[in-house]
């Protein structure tokens, strides 16, 4: 049998860095593309106000000069990329963070309510899987009505949770709170179900003779099956929850948060407050899957599995 020579495949890690690079040009040919696709939508979105006020102004503008101006207004139908980043680099790093012009701030009282419902979300939903796995009854009455909670529109139903609570003095933190966690339990519900459920029927008939219980059938086979599903519904529900969090704050004329960051943009047509709220909120949950991510990768090897690359 040949000896590998000392070239790149040989060397240590270097499987990783051809595949790294490799997922790395499709990334940045979509994000190119979208960039591009992006400023030709400003511009054109853009124009007509530019004109319009270079026309008011008695300096009509065209070529260059209009594409310059559709890409430097104040209050833009659709800020271009530059001056998102530059908005979110100006509230985040110039701007102090106790500071209520601070995005820092405003994504720390959303980020707040959004772990606060992605607890609750969780727990909730891996209680009822286990439920619904152990008990037929659970599974014919509670499936369903979990599968119908979704078909309600929560920009409907926040509202109504808001109101109920403030008529009974809880204002804050749950409210949020409790959107968020009804948009995020059912990711993990589903998910818990199909893991819990997941191991072949001969895995069941072993335990079966080796007269195992349901408890120490379902520790010691069904939960540790049910780990990928686990953490693939988190991150699923991480992003709900965050939604849920946002949308919490838009019926309550809230002032601190990203969902209050946009409702004020809205108000005061300030596009570019808005749109870098919206990136904030993009990066709170690139976060959050990413951490969920990482636990996972953990948890993997804790539990047995190879690294990526291992032979």
């Not at 980020?111 to 939903?125: K, W």
């Not at 004020?264 to 919206?278: E, F, R």
């Not at 953990?298 to 190879?306: C, E, K, N, Q």
Request: glycine share 8%; aromatic share 6%.
């Amino acid at each position: 049998m040949a000896e590998r020579g000392p070239g790149r495949a040989g060397r240590p890690g270097a499987g990783w860095l051809v595949s790294a690079r490799g997922s790395a040009v499709p990334i940045l040919t979509v994000l190119a593309v979208l960039l591009a696709v992006w400023y030709i939508a400003a511009i054109a979105l853009n124009a007509p106000m530019a004109r319009d006020a270079a026309e008011r102004a008695g300096a009509p503008l065209s070529g260059l000069a209009l594409v310059e101006a559709t890409l430097t207004q104040e209050r833009p139908r659709l800020p271009a990329p530059d001056q998102i980043v530059a908005e979110v680099w100006k509230t985040t790093v110039e701007t102090r963070p106790t500071s209520k012009r601070s995005l820092v701030y405003h994504s720390w009282i959303t980020l707040a309510a959004t772990l606060t419902g992605f607890a609750l979300g969780a727990a909730l939903g891996v209680l009822l899987a286990i439920g619904i796995v152990r008990d037929r009854t659970m599974d014919a009455s509670v499936m369903p009505w979990v599968i119908a909670s979704q078909t309600i529109p929560i920009l409907a139903i926040a509202p109504m949770i808001i109101v109920v609570l403030n008529s009974i003095g809880v204002t804050g933190l749950l409210p949020k709170a409790l959107i968020s966690m009804y948009l995020s339990f059912f990711p993990v519900v589903v998910g818990m179900v199909k893991g819990f459920r997941s191991p072949d029927q001969m895995l069941l008939d072993q335990m079966r003779t080796w007269n195992a219980t349901a408890g120490q059938t379902f520790r010691a086979l069904r939960w540790p099956a049910s780990v990928p599903y686990l953490f693939a519904s988190l991150k699923i529900a991480a992003a709900a929850s965050l939604v849920g969090a946002i949308i919490g704050e838009l019926p309550t004329g809230a002032v601190a948060g990203l969902g209050a960051r946009m409702l004020s943009g809205s108000y005061y047509g300030q596009t570019v407050q808005i749109w870098s709220a919206l990136f904030m909120a993009a990066l709170l949950a690139s976060l959050l899957i990413a951490a969920i991510g990482l636990v996972e990768r953990l948890v993997a090897r804790a539990m047995g599995a190879r690294p990526e690359g291992a032979r």
